[in-house]
């Protein structure tokens, strides 16, 4: 039986934008999964793949072919994929399911590997004080709601989603520079209460490891400027980077 060997990550927000930068985040990420491809069992994408997804019934924007197209042959080798919806992910339907074999989750996660528990969220709408947030989730995961979007030719749908996109980008930002990671540290702790061993989710973009009583919370950072992550050998957990240099650099 193959090793154990469980990865996760979240807040790429790919294709967020063209240019040198972009692409050579881009051209990291696929490096990386076909570095660990060989050993990956579990990928774990706990929110916020690209900067914005949004599920036409018969199209699928371009600028993620390449991706998509990564993922599918993972998932052939063999690779158990699952990917959480995060705040830019406006609109999961069937296509990760149905084309890619990618097991899809709307909110938690939540299941048990080597005998471990475990307890996936992308975290969005944790803070308590994002109540604003918290309202405009309920309107953009409204069924109603996502059915008249997708009215919208993509040629005007996909540009007003991506600028929506970067409008919550920077709120969330903004709320991230605070720093303050005590309601998700409190959150985390009241799973470990429930019997969860372990806690990850991501949308801080700021990588945390919180140890408390045998029991781990990883924050997963993201893959944008500290490029973190986590994996699971099947007896422990632990929160790592691209660049081991990046480590210092976090808040």
């Not at 996109?165 to 985390?188: H, P, V, W």
Request: hydrophobic residues 35%; aromatic residues 18%.
């Amino acid at each position: 039986m193959k090793k154990i060997n469980a990865y996760f990550i979240s807040d790429l927000h790919l294709a967020t934008h063209p240019g040198p930068e972009e692409m050579e985040q881009q051209d990291k990420f696929i490096k990386f999964i076909n570095e660990i491809r060989s050993d990956l069992t579990h990928l774990f994408i706990v929110g916020d793949l690209f900067d914005f997804w949004f599920e036409y019934k018969n199209v699928i924007p371009k600028m993620y072919f390449q991706f998509l197209y990564l993922f599918r042959k993972l998932t052939d080798q063999g690779v158990e994929i699952h990917y959480l919806a995060g705040n830019h992910d406006f609109a999961l339907g069937t296509f990760f399911d149905e084309e890619l074999n990618i097991s899809t989750h709307l909110d938690t996660y939540i299941f048990e590997l080597a005998d471990k528990k475990f307890y996936l969220y992308h975290g969005d709408g944790v803070a308590k004080k994002d109540i604003a947030y918290r309202f405009l989730k309920r309107i953009l995961r409204n069924k109603t709601n996502q059915k008249l979007f997708r009215w919208l030719h993509p040629d005007w749908g996909i540009p007003f989603a991506k600028f929506v996109s970067g409008s919550s980008r920077k709120y969330t930002n903004q709320l991230n520079l605070e720093r303050d990671e005590s309601d998700y540290i409190e959150f985390a702790e009241q799973k470990f209460e429930e019997g969860y061993d372990y806690v990850l989710m991501g949308h801080r973009h700021n990588p945390l490891k919180h140890n408390k009583d045998g029991h781990t919370y990883i924050n997963l950072g993201d893959w944008i400027t500290l490029f973190s992550y986590a994996v699971f050998d099947g007896e422990q957990l632990d929160l790592k980077f691209l660049n081991p240099d990046n480590a210092s650099k976090k808040v």
